[in-house]
């Protein structure tokens, strides 16, 4: 492992997920804990049909594998569920399997604490917080190494046992709270979507402005004053092009800075991605003039996806080219407004007619051809825009409920850490001698412990000649 600072300094600041009570004592792990290390397993008899599941570093995060090993398994390389495992290379964690009965790869640890000194669940609670020390000061420059006695040197904090047993507990209740809480706030994007979904599709069939019309015009039917007309009839000559292909433009054409190439990662459903961003010299863009695009311009994507990408181009800060694939539109202001119309080539209908034309090709993309054929809802420009307005202001409804959802969102997500830190400061229960003292009673202190583990033998793992000892192999 390299670190970039001395072992015992990554946790000369106790605080945080490393944190102690003032009644707690620092303990080795190698004290109350043995770690049996994963089998070298050959990895050509690796395969996903036949042999005994193996362990490997990917699989701790999704507790579950499906690599079979066929061949003989140490019987020291087993484990089962509830036991706990270290990844010991790349992101250090500590996991809870219950993925099956399975056997341990290189590179893969197991950790059993004495439970007569240490809870399980503690341990699993409280190991992670410096093994993400152990991380921070770890170098980046190289893929991360940790070793098992590296792991026996962590300096745990433990409190008297009686009290892990209620940090636990309650740390197991809070953390359940919290996880239900991420699972209903999930919920939202999802019905946000299904709002704007629903606006989009109210506003291209008429429904949203049915009042405005002061009619009754229904989900199926088209309303008496609105007409279907190909796309090609609201464009001008020249209103739709694409950008350049082949060796036109090339990836070593791209500079730092000058002007600004529109691309496919730009073009989200209707939302301009302007983040990332793609320059061209100004020599450069004098051979590329024709693929011009502005503020105003509608842009959409030719890669038909799980949606139609298209959006209005927003004012940008130096001129613009489109790229290939991309293809402008820039329609006749007298008969349709460039908003409503990105809105009816968003919609769902578009969509299902677009996606057939390309239904069954390797990868689904139109061209500027199919796209003039494209039939779309017309109604009067005084409509299109109330559309407009009303669309926008339900968006921007959406909009804010995504931002406080957003904010929410963070502060949830930052609940996990807050309860564990706060729990190994000692402020989640009462701590024992709290508790002994509120009741009369004498208790075992954290030093009291320390020295009961000292006094006593601690288990050892199965010794390292017992990897000679085979288990036959068994098909899965």
Not at 37 to 54: D, E, I, R
Not at 330 to 341: A, G, Q, T
């Amino acid at each position: 492992m390299s670190l970039v600072v001395p072992f015992e300094e990554i946790f000369s600041d106790e605080t945080g997920l490393i944190a102690k009570h003032g009644t707690w004592t620092r303990v080795p792990l190698g004290e109350v804990c043995s770690v049996i290390n994963g089998y070298p397993f050959k990895s050509s008899l690796f395969n996903t049909t036949k042999g005994f599941p193996v362990i490997r570093i990917r699989d701790l995060s999704r507790n579950r594998t499906e690599t079979l090993f066929d061949g003989e398994i140490p019987r020291e390389a087993l484990i089962d569920n509830g036991d706990l495992l270290i990844g010991m290379d790349g992101i250090f964690g500590c996991y809870e399997w219950s993925g099956g009965p399975a056997a341990l790869n290189q590179r893969v640890c197991k950790i059993i604490p004495n439970e007569r000194f240490l809870d399980k669940r503690f341990l699993l609670f409280a190991v992670n917080g410096y093994l993400k020390k152990i991380q921070e000061n770890t170098s980046s420059v190289t893929v991360g190494h940790l070793s098992s006695i590296d792991i026996l040197r962590i300096p745990l904090a433990l409190p008297p046992r009686n009290e892990q047993g209620r940090i636990t507990e309650k740390l197991e209740k809070l953390l359940a709270e919290v996880e239900q809480c991420k699972v209903r706030m999930a919920k939202i994007p999802v019905l946000l979507k299904r709002f704007r979904q629903s606006v989009l599709a109210a506003a291209c069939s008429g429904r949203l402005t049915a009042d405005w019309r002061d009619d009754d015009a229904s989900e199926r039917d088209l309303p008496a004053s609105w007409n279907y007309l190909r796309l090609e009839t609201l464009l001008p000559a020249g209103g739709i092009f694409d950008g350049p292909f082949g060796s036109n433009l090339k990836t070593s054409d791209y500079t730092d800075s000058g002007v600004r190439v529109i691309r496919l990662e730009n073009i989200g459903h209707l939302r301009f991605i302007g983040e990332k961003e793609t320059y061209i010299s100004h020599k450069k863009y004098q051979s590329l003039t024709k693929h011009t695009v502005g503020e105003g311009d509608i842009i959409f994507a030719s890669f038909i996806d799980e949606e139609i990408r298209v959006c209005v181009l927003p004012e940008l800060t130096t001129l613009a080219i489109a790229k290939a694939d991309c293809f402008c539109l820039r329609p006749k202001p007298e008969l349709v407004d460039r908003r409503y119309l990105t809105y009816q080539l968003a919609s769902r209908e578009s969509y299902d007619v677009l996606f057939e034309d390309v239904h069954g090709a390797t990868r689904p993309r139109i061209n500027t051809t199919q796209l003039r054929k494209l039939e779309v809802r017309v109604c009067s420009l005084a409509e299109q825009q109330e559309i407009v307005r009303r669309v926008e202001a339900l968006f921007a409804l959406a909009d804010r409920i995504e931002e406080r959802h957003q904010g929410a969102k963070k502060q949830v997500d930052g609940l996990t850490q807050s309860i564990l830190a706060k729990a190994f400061r000692g402020e989640l229960v009462s701590t024992e001698a709290e508790l002994a003292a509120r009741e009369g009673r004498d208790y075992e202190s954290a030093e009291a412990l320390l020295q009961r583990i000292h006094s006593l033998k601690i288990d050892k793992p199965e010794p390292k000649g017992a990897s000679r000892n085979r288990l036959r192999r068994r098909d899965g």
